[in-house]
């Protein structure tokens, strides 16, 4: 049976994301940086190459269907597990049948859904067989590969970066949704607003937009043996979307937050924030990034930036959320406002990359501690003027190795 055939019976509903996937490289939308005319990957296929990668993207952007369409256009075997389902013995499943293939010279694509969650000994019993030929590897991940994916499967493929399908493909893919639904069971009547809603809730998730396209068709009011869909329908069954947020957001949307910060934008910070808190982020996580922005970009510039988002760490730990929200946002916007100075985490790396590079001294011997009985005997202590007594004599603290060296600048 053909890879993609599907049949429809009484005891199966095809969703209509697979029933739409596409067929061809042609009927495939968006990821035009892999796919795009003249693309690598493109050449690739088409010359009948086949090569080990890792597709990593979002929910919903065409791993998997990029994946059967290089088993379709290099007339390879196909064989698909899942890493949440499947272990080491279906892999060696999988090696018997592409040794079984090679004997009457065909090819094998062994695609594995989540890679990721594979564990290393897992990972590892992969890499004789992508190393012999045995197979192409094709994994799929949601999570960014060098964090996930053990070095050695890394260096044995190439990682393709798929990105949310832009706005204007997910407007054709759901109204080719819509058409193919008429087409199968009646005329639906449908407003623009309609498809900018749906491109809008999908934020780039093509099975997402589909699998919404399905239910609000035949949920629309049917009357006079047409349907009609209203925007009041079609936000009852999409009702409130969790946003996407994946461990690499959880690292990228920090990262965004804390420069925002730095960069004194306290509208772009506070939606970094709320993005956060939104996905479920520990608002102690999001408070001690406050903590660190204000000692590390704010510095002595203003000191009460610090106290201030000490206390907003403090105050989250008290009464949680959602009032939590509120002393953090008030942080995010005094740290954001305030004046930057970065003097204080440029002076102890510059003193911490002296050391560490082997400027490791002693301190001189009138600053070394002369509080016991025998100090004086070996000289420690000895020339030391305290400071109160007289505070205009001039002394070194430095040792003479670096007498002349300045941290603050």
């Keep these: ?105 065909k090819k094998t694509i062994l695609f594995i859904d989540e890679i990721h969650r594979y564990s290393k000994t897992q990972q590892d019993a992969l890499l004789p067989h992508i190393e012999n030929g045995t197979f ?29 399908i832009d706005d204007n493909n997910i407007r054709s ?22 498809l900018d809603y749906i491109v809008r809730y999908a934020r780039g998730d ?29 936000e009852s069954l999409a009702q409130e979307k969790r946003i996407q947020y994946s461990r690499q957001e959880h690292y990228d949307c920090a ?3 804390q420069k925002s910060l730095r960069g004194s934008d306290k509208n772009a910070a506070i939606y970094w924030l709320a993005k956060m808190l939104t996905a479920g982020e520990d608002p102690r996580f999001i408070a001690r990034r406050l903590i660190v922005c ?23 730990e008290l009464v949680g959320l959602p009032e939590g929200r509120i002393p953090l946002a008030q942080a995010v916007e005094y740290v ?15 003193a911490l990359s002296d050391i560490s590079s082997g400027l490791d001294y002693p301190p001189p011997m009138h600053l070394r501690d002369a509080h016991y009985k025998d100090a004086a005997k070996y000289g420690f202590g000895k020339g030391y003027v305290y400071t109160h007594n007289n505070p205009d004599f001039k002394q070194q603290f430095l040792p003479d190795e670096l007498k002349d060296r300045k941290y603050f600048s």
Excluded at 175 to 190: A, N, R
Excluded at 206 to 234: C, Q, W
């Design 255 to 257: 990262s965004a937050f």
């Design 336 to 350: 954001a406002c305030a004046p930057k100075s970065n003097r204080a985490i440029m002076a102890i790396d510059s």
């Design 206 to 234: 093509a099975r997402l937009a589909l699998n919404l396209v399905e239910n609000s068709y035949f949920s629309a009011d049917y009357h006079d043996g047409k349907r009609n869909l209203t925007l009041e329908i079609l």
């Design 1 to 105: 049976m053909n890879l993609f055939d599907t049949l429809e019976n009484e005891n199966k509903q095809v969703p209509l994301a697979e029933l739409l996937r596409p067929k061809t490289l042609e009927e495939f939308l968006g990821q035009t940086q892999v796919v795009g005319k003249n693309s690598a990957f493109l050449n690739l296929v088409r010359s009948g190459r086949l090569f080990s990668c890792i597709f990593w993207g979002p929910p919903g952007c065409g791993k998997t269907t990029l994946a059967r369409l290089m088993a379709l256009n290099t007339n390879s075997d196909f064989i698909e597990l899942s890493a949440v389902t499947s272990g080491t013995k279906d892999i060696k499943e999988c090696v018997e049948k592409a040794k079984e293939n090679l004997r009457y010279q």
């Design 136 to 164: 192409f590897l094709i994994g799929s991940t949601t999570e960014n590969p060098s964090f996930q994916v053990v070095p050695a499967l890394i260096s044995r493929v190439q990682v393709l970066c798929l990105k949310p």
């Design 173 to 194: 893919i759901v109204e080719k949704g819509y058409t193919y639904l008429s087409k199968q069971h009646g005329v639906i009547t449908l407003k623009t607003e309609i």
């Design 294 to 316: 204000a000692a590390e970009d704010v510095g002595n510039a203003d000191p009460m930036a610090l106290v201030i988002a000490m206390n907003a760490y403090k105050a989250v």
